[in-house]
């Protein structure tokens, strides 16, 4: 089961383009793809087990493609390299301190259950994301979000639930958080205070999608190249263990 031919441009399924992101470098609810560090297996046979059958007690669901489709899906993953980047050569003890002290990431961040709740767990983001992708969500963190993927048809993998909504109450007080519920009558924001607003849309001026991250973004002079280094080499450490 191990041959198989390369067909010659390999292209993914728009399901696996919507769990695992643009180009499979993570995004949605599925890891990055494009770095070679396999969970579950990275034989070519036991990433066929992985697609054709699930994983067992994680979101990743048995597919029913046929044998062809696997074996086109594992040449695309193949076919994907690893984006270049310069090794990672900060620290990862000064990583950790800026995340919970300086730059205040935690605030937004769990890592094994300390932190705040507004941004994703990154416990095991080191095994999950890219390095490319690491710089990316903090230098440019609405990228994917800005550049117009959010029409609900079409699932590219863009975390939707992350988007900052800004509310003002009819007696002016503004929240500015993310939807974690939202229908014709209410909305439930969880605010920037960390807390969960429970609002009446009768009791409310406006509500406002805006389109972008709620993470700030880091600039060099929010954060120097040499602080991103040390952040990065923490976050990579992150494996979930
Ligand atoms: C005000 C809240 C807030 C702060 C502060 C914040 N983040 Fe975020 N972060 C978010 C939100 C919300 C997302 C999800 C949307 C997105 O990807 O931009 C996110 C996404 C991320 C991601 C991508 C995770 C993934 O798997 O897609 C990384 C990595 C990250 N943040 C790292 C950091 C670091 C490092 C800091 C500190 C320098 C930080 N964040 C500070 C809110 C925050």
Known sequence: MTEFCMPSEPR??????????????????????????????SSNDAIFRTISQGVPGTEMPANPFEESEVWALIAYIRSLNAPVHSPVTGDPGAGERLFFGKQKCAGCHMVKGRGGHLGPDLSRVGAARSISYLIESI???????????????????????????IVVTRDGQRITGIAKNEDAFTIQLLGEDDELHLLSKRDLAEVRHERRSLMPVYTAEMLS?????????????LRGE
């Open 139 to 165: 230098r440019e963190p609405s990228k994917e979000l800005s550049l117009g993927y959010l029409d609900p048809n079409n699932h590219y993998g863009i975390p939707l639930e992350y988007d900052t909504v």
């Open 225 to 237: 190249s040499s602080e991103l280094q040390d952040l990065l080499a923490y976050l990579s450490s």
């Open 12 to 41: 993914p399924p728009a399901s696996a383009t919507y769990f695992h992101g643009l180009n499979a470098r993570g995004g949605g609810r599925g890891p990055d793809l494009t770095q070679g560090r396999w969970i579950h297996g």
